[in-house]
């Protein structure tokens, strides 16, 4: 399995930005399907961004399009999530997420980190 650490939360006011990054070990990172979710207190966990293996493709959820940028680097084994123009309802705990490729990228299963918290501060 692999193992996933994420970090580059914190606390940052409407409009400004932040950069996630994931660190994974254990497994070929190239294997996986790397991906960012979401869960805010009381909801469920939700789809931000994936990407695929070796990068070329990139997914978002309509929420975040356009402000946030989902990337990779697979010689450091690293998943980076740039977000740019935040607002108060992205505020949630950030997990990453690594999964097989023939998984769905927006369904919530696979391995996760242990979250970061990001708060956008109105």
């Known amino acids: 399995q692999v193992q996933l650490v994420e970090s580059g939360g914190g606390l940052v006011q409407t409009g400004g930005s932040l950069r996630l990054s994931c660190a994974a070990s254990g497994r070929t990172f190239s294997n996986y399907v790397m991906g960012w979710f979401r869960q805010a207190p009381g909801k469920e966990r939700e789809f931000v961004a994936a990407?695929?293996?070796?990068?070329?493709?990139?997914y978002y959820a309509d929420s975040v399009k356009g402000r946030f940028t989902i990337s990779r680097d697979n010689a450091k084994n690293t998943v980076y999530l740039q977000m740019n123009s935040l607002k108060p309802e992205d505020t949630a705990v950030y997990y990453c997420?690594?999964?097989?490729?023939?998984?769905?990228?927006?369904?919530?299963?696979?391995?996760w980190g242990q979250g970061t918290q990001v708060t956008v501060s109105s």
């Open positions: 990407i695929s293996r070796g990068g070329g493709s990139t």
């Open positions: 997420n690594a999964k097989a490729p023939y998984s769905d990228y927006a369904i919530p299963v696979g391995a």
